[in-house]
């Protein structure tokens, strides 16, 4: 069974920076790309970043471009994102997905607060 444990979010300054984790089992991690998305109140869940399977292959949305980076360790299976110079704007909960034999499987999601 897939399943995502993401974790790391909390209350952040602007200007300051978080560390997302997801930890993943129950499918071979290595074989499959991964990727983070991230809903606000009252948004459409939208796509930050992704990674392929062996993390040769990074893609950011433009929004977090040169602030956000997306990482694995698939020895652990583990993938994270970095977020450094955090905006009130990236408030929302984010989550960890894959995709496995043509089916979404999502974390539970970690909330991000980005506030004075």
């Known amino acids: 069974q897939v399943q995502f444990v993401e974790s790391g979010g909390g209350l952040v300054q602007p200007g300051g920076s978080l560390r997302l984790s997801c930890a993943a089992s129950?499918?071979?991690?290595?074989?499959?790309?991964m990727s983070w998305h991230r809903q606000a109140p009252g948004k459409e869940r939208e796509l930050v970043a992704r990674?392929?399977?062996?993390?040769?292959?990074?893609n950011y949305a433009d929004s977090v471009k040169g602030r956000f980076t997306i990482s694995r360790d698939n020895a652990k299976n583990l993938m994270y994102l970095q977020m450094n110079s955090l905006k009130p704007e990236d408030t929302a909960v984010y989550y960890c997905?894959?995709?496995?034999?043509?089916?979404?499987?999502w974390g539970q999601g970690t909330q991000v607060t980005v506030s004075s």
């Open positions: 990674i392929s399977n062996v993390g040769g292959i990074r």
């Open positions: 997905k894959t995709q496995v034999r043509g089916l979404d499987y």
């Open positions: 129950g499918f071979i991690f290595s074989s499959y790309g």
